[in-house]
């Protein structure tokens, strides 16, 4: 028996889950798949780095890396893109499969409202109209896909009584 990849376990529930909701476009499940599967490996959630080299672990530092002294004189664009990127997949990963450690932070609002502003942005920075249309639907539908995250975590994939952990939460999909 082959077992799917980690991608089109994702992909597979992400269409089942989503398209209860009306988000079955295919695009935004690949892409959130795309998202789930790269955020599986911590490294990839800390992928953005200061000038220094060190990795960013809170939005607020990734926001101002974003809009930070220096990027105004001569952007990059590139670099404010990619940054974006990251600010909104992370506030999606994060406020769909962690919600509840960002509700007890009095977080969640925060993530929300910066991970639709930086898909936004994204779609400005996008060439491709596709791409641009992508993120639109992204920006359009965060709270929407992150609340069908946070469903599909609590319903879905049923935890113990245990606090979920990034190992708690894959070992359950795999268990599904």
Request: proline share 5%.
């Amino acid at each position: 028996m082959r077992l799917p990849t980690l991608k089109q376990f994702f992909r597979h529930q992400l269409q089942h889950g989503f398209g209860e909701y009306g988000l079955a476009e295919p695009a935004t499940v690949e892409y959130v798949s795309d998202v789930l599967t790269r955020f599986a490996h911590t490294r990839s959630l800390y992928a953005v780095h200061d000038r220094a080299g060190r990795p960013l672990c809170h939005v607020a530092d990734m926001l101002a890396e974003w809009h930070g002294p220096g990027y105004e004189d001569t952007p990059d664009r590139h670099r404010q893109a990619s940054v974006a990127r990251h600010v909104g997949e992370y506030t999606l990963f994060m406020s769909g499969l962690f919600r509840q450690r960002l509700k007890s932070r009095g977080e969640l609002d925060y993530y929300m409202d910066n991970g639709r502003n930086a898909f936004l942005h994204c779609a400005h920075y996008e060439l491709n109209p596709q791409r641009q249309s992508l993120f639109r639907g992204l920006h359009f539908n965060f709270k929407q896909i992150a609340n069908t995250l946070d469903y599909m975590v609590r319903i879905q994939f049923p935890f113990s009584s245990k606090p979920i952990t990034a190992h708690t939460l894959i070992t359950s999909f795999w268990r599904t």
